[in-house]
Structure formats: structure tokens, C-alpha cells
């Protein structure tokens, strides 16, 4: 409910309380701060959001005790540097005024944790804002920023970022970084091309109860997308399979040699860069995806099995169910990998010895290039597996490059 207050002598009228601690002036009609705000010496919090004010008095750098000021639905375009003389502020709220810009002294105090800066005009990403290494929560959504630094990656506590509706065209691969990061907004961007369904539930709706997406889900697809408009001599491996099936460890023993007997279950997607040195060609980069196995059944994963990519459908013995198995996830490759190369691991063959119906799978899905049995912890058929990555890699299977100088296809 908004109050009438309106008389700016009434902050000099109270400033004889000096021990006051909070002050919540929240919707009045205050236009004008009175210098004599600096009497409240052990001030911590200053609420003056929602009234008509359209300047911050210098005296506000004297509040030493300050942590929580809120001028949130103001007319503020100015913020004094002297906010910055403030020793440990936590919680700064600007957010709904008419900024065009922030000195970059205001964010010197390594205490904030929360910083709202949304509904301004923002042109470009705050100075001194990537120094907040205690920084938990930003808002910069509604504002005009094409893009995001690099340094983003300081912000090593950082759970919840809302950039949405900017003009953002292009992501820092350094937000893959940000590892405390459960709730990413970047709705409203449409120069980046996500998806309403990668995108998930809006700020607004995740502060009513809705579930956020994963960040990680976000970002992965957009480098997806990056890496697709991206050179020839780069490829995409995909590993699919159950859950506990050695998808991890395949990876691990393709490319790093070594097996652990207790590889931890994948969360989500693990991305890994693996350089392939080719007798025959340029080299190749791969792109190896291994998905967590209970997460590609969600169908928003399924949006990451990509045409043009060379699959690995990794089966282990299931007494009985080794085909079906096969054929349910032969089916997903089919509907959305189009004719991308599949060859067919069998691992843990020696722990559990299986083979499946290779002919008539092989009739049904004329995509299998060919059946390995593997066992990451001996070793065996790895060595094959790796010689026929390479052979498929080099040999421009088709379908799994973009297009190399029209070779494709052969
Ligand atoms: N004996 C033996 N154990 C294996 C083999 N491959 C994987 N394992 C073990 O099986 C367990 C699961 O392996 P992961 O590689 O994590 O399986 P995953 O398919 O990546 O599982 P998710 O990430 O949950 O989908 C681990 O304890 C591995 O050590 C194998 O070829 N032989
Ligand atoms: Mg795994």
C-alpha cells in the first residue's frame, strides 16, 4: 500500500535516532533525500524503493553500517562513487530506475551478495561487478547488453544469474565455470536461438514455484549450436546407453587409458575434447558426448542427439534383454541422429559374457557399421573400437561432417 509521505524535512526530523537500524520508506512520495540521511550512523538497512526519487545524496557513503539499501522503482540515473566509502554492504537494489551506467567504485566493498541492477538502461556489463567473488545473486535482466566477459568466471559463488531480455548475441564459454549456478535466465535473447524448451521457466515463474532448467542444459546446447556453425575438421561423438552400461569409462579408457573400478554416475552431459592425429588427413577434433544415462531418457535431452554425428551405443549383458535394449535406443538414434554412423559396443563382455542378433539388427537398422566387444577393465576390444573410431573419423563417414570441400558423401 503506498503512503503519502512526502516532506523531505522528515528524514531530518528523525535523524536524532541515531540508533536506528532499519528505515523503511518503501512506497511514499519522497522525491528528495535529505543529506541528513547520514545521521542514521548504525543504519543497516535503507528501504526506499517505489517513490519518486531521482538522486542519491553523496552523505549516503557515511552510513559505515550499511549492508541492505534498496532504491528499487525510482528515477535514479546517477549513483554516487561515495557509495563505495560504504564498508560492507551485502545486498544492493537498483534495480527499475533509469542507470545508464555504474561507477565502479560501488562494487570495490568484496561483501555483496546480491546485486539487482534489472530495468535500466544498461549498454554494457558493469565494470568491477566479475571482482564480486562473494556475489550469489544478479539481475541484470531489462536492460541493453550485447554481451557477457570472460571474467564472469570470477563469480565462483554464484547460484542465480538472470540476463534475460538484453540484446545478448554471444556466451562466454567461461559460464561453463560457474559451478554453484542452479538457475540461469536468458529468455528474451533472441540473437542467441534458444529454444523455449531449453530455456525452461521464466524468472518470473521459477519465484512462483516453477522448477528452473539446468544451467548446464542451457549452456550445452547453445555450445552445441556454436560448434555446429563451426569448422570442418571437428566431429561429434555421441556415447548412448542405460545407466551403468561404461559409457563414462569407455571414454575414460579411449582416451585417457584408465579404467576405475568405481567411476561415478554421469549427471547430466559430460563434454570432453579429444584430439585425433590422422595418418591420412588433417587432424581431427572430436567432440565426445557422454550423457548420464537416466537423463537422456527425459525427453529434453533428446534435443542433443544431433544428425551428422558418429554414435556409440553401448549395451551390457541384461539375461535376455540385450536386443531390446539395442532396439530401443537404435529407434532414438533413428528419429533424431537422421543417418549418423552407429557402431554397437558391447562392454563388460568379460564380467558378462552376451552377444545380440546382429543380423537382423543390422537388417533393421542399416546405420550399424559394426559390432565391438569391449571390456574396459582388461582392455579388450579397445584397441579395435579406437582403430574403427579413427577409420570412420578418417575415412569422412558419410553423414558425419557438415560438408567437407563437397567430399562429403563418399
Ligand atoms: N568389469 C567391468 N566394469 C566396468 C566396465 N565398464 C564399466 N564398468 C564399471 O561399471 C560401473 C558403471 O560404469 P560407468 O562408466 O560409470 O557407466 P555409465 O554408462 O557412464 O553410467 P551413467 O553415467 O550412470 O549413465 C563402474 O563401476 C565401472 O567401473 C567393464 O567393461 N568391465
Ligand atoms: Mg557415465
Known amino acids: 500500500m503506498r503512503n503519502s509521505l512526502d516532506d523531505p524535512s522528515f528524514i531530518e526530523n528523525i535523524s536524532s535516532l541515531p540508533n536506528l537500524v532499519t528505515l523503511d520508506l518503501r512506497n511514499n512520495y519522497i522525491n528528495e533525500l535529505s543529506s541528513s540521511v547520514n545521521g542514521f550512523i548504525n543504519l543497516r538497512d535503507l528501504l526506499l524503493s517505489s517513490n519518486g526519487l531521482s538522486s542519491i545524496p553523496i552523505s549516503i557513503g557515511l552510513l559505515s553500517s550499511l549492508e541492505v539499501f534498496r532504491i528499487a522503482d525510482n528515477k535514479i540515473s546517477f549513483i554516487p562513487a561515495e557509495m563505495g566509502r560504504i564498508p560492507g554492504p551485502k545486498v544492493l537494489?537498483?534495480?527499475?530506475?533509469?542507470?545508464?551506467?555504474?561507477?565502479?567504485?560501488?562494487?570495490?566493498?568484496?561483501?555483496?551478495?546480491?546485486?539487482?541492477?534489472?530495468?535500466?538502461?544498461?549498454?554494457?556489463?558493469?565494470?568491477?561487478l566479475t571482482t564480486l567473488c562473494k556475489l550469489e545473486k544478479l539481475n541484470l535482466s531489462?536492460?541493453?547488453?550485447?554481451?557477457?566477459?570472460?571474467?564472469?568466471?570470477?563469480?565462483?559463488?554464484?547460484?542465480?544469474?538472470?540476463?534475460?531480455?538484453?540484446?545478448?548475441?554471444?556466451?562466454?564459454?567461461?559460464?561453463?565455470?560457474l559451478?554453484?549456478?542452479?538457475?540461469?535466465?536468458?529468455?528474451?535473447?533472441?540473437?542467441?536461438?534458444?529454444?523455449?524448451?531449453?530455456?525452461?521457466?521464466?524468472?518470473?515463474?521459477?519465484?512462483?514455484?516453477?522448477?528452473?532448467?539446468?544451467?548446464?542444459?542451457?549452456?550445452?546446447?547453445?555450445?552445441?549450436?556454436?560448434?555446429?556453425?563451426?569448422?570442418?575438421?571437428?566431429?561429434?561423438?555421441?556415447?548412448?546407453?542405460?545407466?551403468?552400461?561404461?559409457?563414462?569409462?569407455?571414454?575414460?579408457?579411449?582416451?585417457?587409458?584408465?579404467?576405475?573400478?568405481?567411476?561415478?554416475?554421469?549427471?547430466?552431459?559430460?563434454?570432453?575434447?579429444?584430439?585425433?592425429a590422422l595418418n591420412d588427413a588433417e587432424d581431427i577434433k572430436l567432440h565426445v558426448w557422454d550423457f548420464g544415462g537416466q537423463e537422456i531418457m527425459h525427453s529434453t535431452h533428446q534435443f542433443f542427439l544431433t544428425e551428422r554425428s558418429l554414435y556409440l551405443l553401448v549395451l551390457n549383458g541384461r539375461q535376455g534383454h540385450e536386443d531390446a535394449d539395442a532396439e530401443y535406443w537404435l529407434e532414438l538414434i533413428q528419429s533424431f541422429g537422421g543417418d549418423s554412423p552407429v557402431l554397437v559396443v558391447l562392454n563388460k563382455i568379460k564380467e558378462h559374457p552376451f552377444d545380440v542378433n546382429r543380423g537382423a539388427l543390422q537388417q533393421k537398422f542399416p546405420n550399424i557399421r559394426e559390432f565391438i566387444a569391449t571390456d574396459c577393465e582388461t582392455g579388450q576390444g579397445i584397441d579395435h573400437l579406437l582403430a574403427t573410431i579413427e577409420?570412420?573419423?578418417?575415412?569422412?563417414?558419410?553423414?558425419?561432417?557438415?560438408s567437407k570441400n563437397g567430399l562429403e558423401g563418399i
Request: a negative charge; one cysteine or more.
Open 93 to 128: 537494489d537498483f534495480s527499475w530506475n533509469r542507470l545508464k551506467n555504474i561507477p565502479q567504485e560501488i562494487f570495490k566493498a568484496g561483501d555483496l551478495t546480491e546485486v539487482d541492477l534489472s530495468g535500466n538502461k544498461l549498454a554494457s556489463f558493469p565494470e568491477g
Open 179 to 276: 559451478k554453484d549456478l542452479n538457475e540461469l535466465f536468458l529468455h528474451g535473447n533472441d540473437f542467441l536461438g534458444l529454444p523455449k524448451e531449453i530455456l525452461g521457466s521464466t524468472w518470473q515463474e521459477v519465484n512462483e514455484g516453477a522448477t528452473a532448467s539446468t544451467p548446464k542444459d542451457i549452456l550445452d546446447y547453445y555450445f552445441r549450436l556454436r560448434f555446429e556453425r563451426t569448422p570442418l575438421n571437428e566431429a561429434k561423438m555421441i556415447l548412448v546407453g542405460f545407466g551403468a552400461v561404461g559409457k563414462t569409462s569407455l571414454v575414460n579408457r579411449l582416451i585417457y587409458q584408465n579404467f576405475s573400478p568405481r567411476s561415478a554416475k554421469t549427471e547430466g552431459i559430460q563434454i570432453t575434447q579429444w584430439p585425433i
Open 142 to 177: 531489462r536492460n541493453l547488453l550485447k554481451s557477457i566477459p570472460a571474467e564472469i568466471e570470477n563469480l565462483k559463488n554464484i547460484t542465480e544469474l538472470n540476463l534475460s531480455h538484453n540484446q545478448i548475441a554471444i556466451l562466454p564459454v567461461e559460464l561453463n565455470c
Open 391 to 402: 577409420r570412420k573419423t578418417d575415412a569422412l563417414e558419410p553423414g558425419l561432417f557438415h
